[in-house]
């Protein structure tokens, strides 16, 4: 009866982990892992903290980016930052070294020649000076009409083109006629494609972002006919050469670029844009950004990428099916190869029993 039950209970749990199996598999409303809620998040991510931000490791990091040439001031200020809203003292001597390197770092002379430098090769550009080094252009429509115009040129005259610089732009400008069509603010839109294409310049894209948004642009884009846009006609023609349910993927990474930049302000989203891989990890960023606010940067340098993600997604209810299905089999499994050894054991002490000589 009780070996019954227990094959009963294996067939059972085992056929009910298969079907989830399946369905986390096929079905991609049924997922193994899914968001946390903003509480829940904002809570992972203080546990994570109060595993990593210890007193030794930050100052380890500080120390270590204070040795580098160039200094990356915008991470060594989130780490000092971090380290007070945790109530961590830096040590005095590191509190000074920290204080004569900067003031050596940003005396007029320093500061000038890094602006010169910016301007002249965003990639010489230090996140703490861009928005007065480059802002001009870069992160205003100025530079999406510049980059239409010379990127359009060079396609009507068959040289090479930057396709994602040119198809930035062209989101960029055509911001207004796409918003509709996606649910969007053209804002948003605006906002993500000059930043992306600062984050571009700068060298901090990603190149799997980089692949993700030319060939969506290729598959979404009519060129031939977006070349022949004159600034007047721009929108209009925007909106016929441009496929915007194409462009999903590509408009959902500009909506968090623009979220990302609204919490925490443009240079520390160029800094966190060096992160994201894809569309699903700019979300992530982005709500971490907008519920973490200007601690971002010093929580995704102390946890490390995988680990600050990690914190935004928890087990989903069919996952823990699938696990309890599974121990519950396992358990199932074992009782009965437990029951099958006690019994053959069992049966062999009481043949050894009645061949002994003399036994009754």
């Given amino acids: 009866m009780r070996r019954a039950a227990l094959t009963l209970i294996l067939i059972c749990s085992t056929a009910f982990a298969a079907w989830n199996a399946y369905q986390i598999s096929r079905n991609p409303a049924v997922t193994a892992l899914t968001a946390r809620s903003n509480i829940e998040l904002t809570a992972a991510l203080n546990r994570e903290l109060h595993r990593a931000a210890t007193p030794a490791k930050l100052h380890t990091k500080i120390e270590t980016l204070l040795s580098q040439t160039p200094i990356d001031w915008l991470t060594v ?31 007029v002379l320093k500061t000038s020649g890094k602006c010169i430098s910016c301007g002249w090769d965003a990639a010489n550009c230090e996140l703490s000076a861009i928005l007065v080094c480059r802002a001009p252009v870069d992160l205003t429509p100025i530079g999406d009409i510049t980059g239409v115009i010379r990127e359009s040129a060079n ?5 090479p083109v930057d396709k994602l610089d040119l198809t930035l732009s062209a989101l960029g400008l055509g911001a207004t006629a796409l918003a509709p069509a996606t649910a969007g603010t053209s804002l948003a839109i605006k906002l993500g494609a000059t ?14 972002l980089t692949r993700i948004i030319t060939t969506s642009a290729d598959q979404a884009i009519d060129w031939d006919k977006l070349a022949t846009a004159t600034p007047n006609s721009f929108p209009q023609t ?16 500009l909506a968090a670029a623009a979220d990302m930049r609204g919490a925490i302000g443009i240079p520390q989203t160029l800094h ?26 010093g929580i995704f340098e102390t946890l490390g990428k995988t680990r600050a993600l990690r914190a935004g997604l928890k087990y989903s209810k069919a996952a823990w099916s699938f696990l309890a299905a599974l121990l519950s089999a396992f358990t199932a499994a074992l009782l009965l ?4 050894a006690a019994n053959r054991i069992l049966r062999r002490a009481r043949h050894r029993a009645h061949t002994k000589p003399g036994a009754p």
């Fill in 238 to 253: 925007a909106k016929a050469a441009i496929n915007s349910e194409a462009l999903a993927p590509v408009l959902g990474i």
């Fill in 77 to 107: 200020n989130a780490l000092r930052d971090l380290a007070a809203a945790r109530n961590i003292p830096l040590t005095p001597e590191l509190t000074s070294t920290l204080q004569t390197q900067y003031d050596a770092d940003h005396t």
């Fill in 195 to 208: 930043t992306l294409k600062t984050t571009k310049k700068i060298g901090h894209l990603n190149p799997s």
């Fill in 155 to 159: 396609y009507a005259r068959g040289q």
């Fill in 337 to 340: 190869i437990s029951n099958f």
């Fill in 272 to 297: 966190m844009m060096k992160y994201v891989d894809n569309t699903q990890e700019a979300a992530t960023t982005a709500r971490i950004a907008k519920l973490s606010g200007p601690r971002t940067v």
